[in-house]
């Protein structure tokens, strides 16, 4: 058989190498401490449980399955990233900062902490969000159609014009909550959940 050999210029094996390669969990937290960028960089299924990457500059990476499982993300640059069917459990993502929320997709978000982040518009129908903190969180008009928020802590957030239809919000606080044209349709509640003051779920549904 017979096998050609190339060489390459310098400059096109760096750019394969960063482009393509995939890095251990000691490389991209090295890079991460020396401020390194990520855009572009292929970090599928890369194991980060409890790592800090706090203001991390993670935009544009692929993070989709990755394991960041308590991770500190918290201040992180997020923006053009991928976080498609990733560990997200118990993960710090308050100030986060991204583009839009719609990554989230099919991610583990248990026990996450979202406090006042950004999620006007988010696509999280059928999310597991069991026990996360939403507090003072922005989801206007987000669709949580389905998603799991037993447990969830919600005081304060703007869910006004938010898809809650089917939800399922036994033991939910949403005390201070904005619901105004929330779809409750369907969701599920229980002595446990707390609502605003003054509010009558049954009226929304």
């Not at 096109?12 to 390669?21: Q, T």
């Not at 989709?64 to 710090?92: I, V, Y």
């Not at 839009?100 to 006007?120: C, K, T």
């Amino acid at each position: 058989m017979f096998l050609a050999k190339w060489t390459l210029p310098v400059r096109w094996v760096r750019v394969y190498i960063l482009g393509m390669s995939k890095f251990s969990r000691g490389e991209i937290l090295q890079k991460v401490g020396s401020g390194g960028h990520f855009e572009g960089l292929d970090l599928t299924g890369a194991g980060l449980t409890g790592a800090d990457l706090s203001k991390a500059d993670l935009g544009g990476a692929d993070l989709s399955k990755a394991d960041l499982g308590g991770a500190d993300l918290n201040g992180a640059d997020l923006r053009g990233a991928s976080l498609t069917a990733a560990n997200l459990s118990e993960a710090d993502l308050r100030g986060v900062h991204w583009t839009e929320p719609d990554p989230l997709i099919g991610a583990n978000l248990v026990g996450v902490n979202m406090s006042g982040a950004e999620l006007r518009g988010a696509e999280l129908s059928g999310a597991d969000l069991w026990g996360a903190n939403l507090s003072m969180a922005n989801l206007s008009g987000a669709d949580l159609s389905s998603a799991d928020l037993r447990g969830a802590d919600l005081s304060m957030a703007d869910l006004c014009g938010a898809n809650l239809s089917m939800a399922d919000l036994c033991g939910a606080e949403l005390s201070g909550a904005d619901l105004c044209g929330a779809d409750l349709s369907g969701a599920r509640d229980d002595a446990k959940t707390k609502w605003p003051e003054g509010f009558d779920p049954r009226a929304a549904a």
